[in-house]
């Protein structure tokens, strides 16, 4: 084992996020994107500002405006409020759908994180 080894898995950390994030809700951090899987400030697991974050796997999301989505199609995040979207203008890639949406707005899909 290498002794700078700091995590073996580095697939769940604690990291910080918006003031009020709630336990899964889409979070960016810097590059990375993720899922809340406990409240922010859930002082029993993280201090405050920070919450536990799933770095990888697939989660069912609204996603905003009436655009459709096929299979495979980017969403991307808008970091300063966290909403998915199929909009990359001035947005940062979240992950792919896993399943399609309709010209419903804030229709939920399955969207399988991008790291």
């Known amino acids: 084992m290498a002794k700078n080894e700091v995590y073996k898995d580095a697939d769940y950390l604690s990291l910080p996020v918006l003031n009020g994030t709630l336990s899964g809700s889409p979070v960016r951090v810097g590059g990375l994107n993720g899922v809340a899987q406990t409240n922010e400030g859930d002082l029993v ?13 697939a989660f069912r999301f609204p996603v905003s405006t009436t655009t ?8 991307y995040i808008i970091v300063g409020t966290y909403v998915l979207t199929p909009s990359a203008s001035g ?13 419903t707005a804030n229709q939920s899909v399955i969207v399988r994180i991008a790291n």
């Open 68 to 75: 459709t989505l096929a299979i495979g199609d980017p969403v």
């Open 91 to 103: 947005n940062q890639l979240f992950g792919h759908a896993l399943s399609a949406k309709g010209s």
């Open 45 to 57: 697991t993280n201090e405050e500002g920070y919450a536990s974050v799933a770095l990888k796997g």
